[in-house]
Every structure is written in C-alpha cells, then in structure tokens.
C-alpha cells in the first residue's frame, strides 16, 4: 500500500460520507498528510491537512463542513465530510504535503440528488 483511499459514493446533497485512506509507513510517519480532490475537468486542489501532532488546516470552500483526522499507530486519514454539496463531487485522494508522493487510487464522490 502506497496510498489508498476508499469509502467513496453517491450522496444527497445535505448528506455525509466518511472516506478513509491508507498509507504507506514511509509516507505517513512524520508526515502532514493532505486531503486532495479533482474534480471534472478541474486542476487537484487541497482540501486539509493534519500534521503528525494533530494541527488542522481547511480550505476555505470545506471549512465547518469537512473534518480530518489521523490514526498514526495505523497510518490511516479519516476525512469526515458533512453537509455535502453537489460541488464537493469529486475524485478524492491522500498524500503528504507539501511534497507529494505518487498518486495513489483515489475514491470518488458523487453529491447529487
């Protein structure tokens, strides 16, 4: 495992979905991990990252709706995402940052009605 991320879907809009990602110990240890999306014909943007202590950071555009968290004993990313948006559909992916490693299978997200 590289970088795996799972639990994607179809939601409602107004719905939640919590994603999950594995890891790499050569990856994650140490590292802030990011929470990455691209969506349909979009460029891949960061959406949060959570340093190896917990340090949160949100994009603008998830902020109140998106929470991050991190099992370093498992080297797993937990994103919560709530009170989804037909914007937030996407391809979903975990990676460090700033420096990132190969892009690994990222799951997708559909929010629409």
């Known amino acids: 495992v590289q970088l795996q991320a799972s639990g994607g879907g179809l939601v409602q809009p107004g719905g939640s979905l919590r994603l999950s990602c594995a890891a790499s110990a050569n990856i994650f240890t140490g590292s802030v991990m990011g929470w990455y999306r691209q969506a349909p014909g979009e460029q891949r943007e960061l959406v949060a990252r959570i340093s190896s202590g917990g340090i949160l950071h949100y994009s603008e555009s998830v902020k109140g709706r998106f929470t991050v968290s991190r099992d370093n004993a498992k080297n797993m990313l937990y994103p919560q995402m709530n009170s989804l948006k037909p914007e937030d559909t996407a391809i979903y992916y975990c990676?460090?940052?700033?420096?990132?490693?190969?892009w690994g299978q990222g799951t997708e997200v559909t929010v629409s009605s």
């Open positions: 990676n460090a940052y700033p420096m990132t490693f190969s």
